[in-house]
């Protein structure tokens, strides 16, 4: 099955950029989708098929996709953007929804 | 589009955990409609989904005691796991995802806490 690598966390200051990876084969050939969830709330789609972003969500987010890795991207980090953060993709091989094990941004 | 699951928050060893996700503001007949699970303290695991005519796909690790299924008379669709064990107590949430595989879960439920407890 198709598994995706996320590092457990990530600590940034405010005001500084956060880089949150997703390891995967040849991720760069799929679509790969970012999901923020905030304590005791449900996902919310913060970036969708590698670089969009949805309506409502910021500009500071942002992500790419390419070869082995993809990656969301936070800019100018502020206490609200304190959350997990999952990649996930579709593996057609099996035709089964696959999440990355979440990344806890910490603002220092 | 609104997304609203509802069912018992504790179910007992061995016994059915059933779930229901009613969908308001959208139709039914559209899209995929997906379970997802979230184990206390843990990340987020993909459960199924189940299209308007009832095709379904589901978690390999999940398979044999899953059931997901539409009503769309009533605009609502349903889980339902058997013999369960506390290794199924989680947060579970339903979510909304276009017809292409490669869509996004574009929609949430709140989430409902379900134990499994006697």
């Known amino acids: 099955s198709y598994v995706l690598t996320q590092p457990p966390s990530v600590s940034v200051a405010p005001g500084k950029t956060a880089t949150i990876s997703c390891g995967g084969n040849?991720?760069?050939?799929?679509?790969v989708h970012w999901y923020q969830q905030k304590p005791d709330q449900a996902p919310v789609m913060v970036i969708f098929y590698d670089t969009d972003r949805p309506s409502g969500i910021p500009e500071r987010f942002s992500g790419s996709n390419s070869g082995n890795t993809a990656t969301l991207t936070i800019s100018r980090v502020e206490a609200g953007d304190e959350a997990d953060y999952y990649c996930q993709v579709w593996d057609s091989g099996s035709d089964l929804f696959v999440f990355g094990g979440g990344t806890t941004v910490t603002v220092l | 589009v609104q997304l609203q699951e509802s069912g018992p928050g504790l179910v007992k060893p061995s016994e059915t955990l059933s779930l229901t996700c009613t969908v308001s503001?959208?139709?039914?007949?559209?899209?995929?409609w997906t379970w997802i699970r979230q184990p206390p303290g843990r990340g987020l695991e993909w459960i199924g989904h189940v299209y308007f005519s009832g095709t379904s796909k589901y978690n390999s690790s999940l398979k044999s005691r899953l059931t997901i299924s539409v009503d769309t008379s009533r605009n609502q669709f349903s889980l339902r796991l058997t013999s369960v064990t506390a290794a199924d107590t989680a947060v579970y949430f339903c979510?909304?995802?276009?017809?292409?595989?490669?869509?996004?879960?574009?929609?949430w439920g709140r989430g409902t806490l379900v134990i499994v407890s006697s």
């Open positions: 503001g959208d139709a039914i007949n559209t899209y995929y």
């Open positions: 979510a909304r995802r276009c017809s292409a595989g490669t869509c996004p879960l574009d929609y």
């Open positions: 040849n991720i760069g050939d799929k679509s």
